[in-house]
Nanobody
């Protein structure tokens, strides 16, 4: 199963980037979707989740700056990142997630069914 990511790059602090993640139709319709990231020398951390109903959950460190959305016609999930900070520098990974029946929560590694290949985001000060 291939989740295809795009949209990474380099930007100055305060700037914006939008990441995209295209999934096969059966994956997109069956799973919740989310994003993780791994910065230099840090552990992989969950960033945000969106469930099939469009409800979202954000980690505290991106709340108010990042926005996850999805396009059901394109089987694609987006991560709009605004007011970027140097500490947002990381490899960002899209993931198809087993949905939590209680509603969207912070994505965790055990909840991942499929991974994207990753896309680098670099924020300079």
């Amino acid at each position: 199963v291939q989740l295809v990511e795009s949209g990474g790059g380099s930007v100055q602090a305060g700037g914006s980037l939008r990441l995209s993640c295209a999934a096969p139709g059966y994956v997109y319709k069956s799973f919740c979707m989310g994003w993780f990231r791994q910065g230099p020398g840090t552990e992989l951390e969950g960033v945000t989740t969106i469930n099939k109903g469009g409800h979202t959950y954000y980690s505290d460190f991106v709340k108010g700056r990042f926005s996850i959305s999805k396009d059901d016609d394109k089987n694609t999930v987006y991560l709009e990142m605004n007011t970027l900070k140097p500490e947002d520098t990381a490899e960002y990974y899209c993931a198809a997630l087993y949905c939590d029946t209680r509603g969207p929560t912070l994505p965790t590694i055990p909840s991942v069914a499929y991974w994207g290949q990753g896309t680098q985001v670099t924020v300079s000060s």
